[in-house]
């Protein structure tokens, strides 16, 4: 798959991940297809990077990985007794009492928080799999975009685990409780079509017309204007965790906003 950023300099190259900006787009590539994009914490303290280092320019963030997969979850050699060099094993984890694994977890997470910003748009643009850490960095993100040859699945439980870099949270709201317990538990594929009917993606598309699906995706979000898109997503995180009379409330704070905004007399 063509990286539709290649002919930028990157403002952030390594362990794994790319950023490039192009004016309001911004472009986060996953760089080891060999190893299908696997997952370690240099890649996710470098992601956790590439969220601090957006400029106030950029509107849209697509998220992308070369190769045949978008990320095929955590580099195996974590599961491996010696774990990765300079890097805590599982054994190391547990041995901590719980503000330490607590520390620990919260500090991987950071890769995984960023994308829901309000003041951006996160788009992931999914291929093939998409496994554990691979499935929760694509629900990190507000808008999936999958190719047709997508296969999302969460082994953690498989593993003796849970899934524990932010995942839960979007899987409930986006497919619902009963579903989202049922591929967790079971480690499942789930396919493209189920996808798109299920919530957890936009649309369907070959692979050969992903980067492209996702770049419209983005230049219809960049058509809004600015202001109004980052105070509608903010209402929109905001609904479930509100009352309908809360949100009501939102609603006319936000377009009272809004509408002085427009007026020239906003603050």
Not at 63 to 76: I, N, T, V, Y
Not at 120 to 126: D, E, G, H, L, Y
Not at 250 to 260: N, Y
Request: contains cysteine; charged residues 25%.
């Amino acid at each position: 798959m063509a990286s539709p950023d290649q002919d930028l300099a990157p403002v952030l190259d390594k362990d794994g991940v790319r950023l490039t900006v192009d004016d309001a787009l911004a472009t986060v590539t996953l760089t080891n297809p060999a190893k299908r994009n696997a997952q370690s914490p240099a890649l996710w303290r470098a992601l956790a990077e590439a969220g601090r280092a957006l400029p106030g320019s950029v509107r849209v963030v697509v998220l992308r990985g070369e190769g045949k997969s978008f990320s095929a979850g955590l580099d195996r050699q974590m599961f491996t007794p010696e774990g990765i060099e300079g890097e805590p094993t599982f054994i190391d984890l547990a041995r901590r009492d719980d503000a330490g694994v607590d520390e620990a977890i919260a500090a991987y997470q950071e890769a995984f928080t960023w994308w829901r910003r309000n003041d951006i748009v996160s788009i992931a643009a999914v291929q093939g799999h998409a496994i554990g850490a691979g499935f929760q960095l694509a629900l990190a993100c507000d808008l999936r975009v999958v190719a047709d040859d997508v296969q999302f699945a969460m082994r953690e439980t498989s593993l003796g685990l849970v899934p524990d870099l932010t995942g839960t949270h979007p899987l409930v709201g986006l497919v619902g409780y009963a579903r989202a317990l049922e591929i967790c538990v079971t480690g499942r594929f789930v396919h493209a079509e189920e996808a798109v009917v299920s919530g957890l993606a936009s649309v369907s598309v070959p692979a050969a017309e992903l980067d492209g699906a996702a770049g419209d995706l983005a230049a219809a979000v960049l058509a809004a204007p600015r202001d109004a898109v980052v105070e509608t997503k903010a209402l929109l995180r905001g609904a479930t965790g509100r009352s309908f009379d809360e949100q009501r409330v939102a609603e006319r704070a936000a377009q009272a906003r809004r509408l002085r905004d427009l007026a020239g007399i906003g603050d």
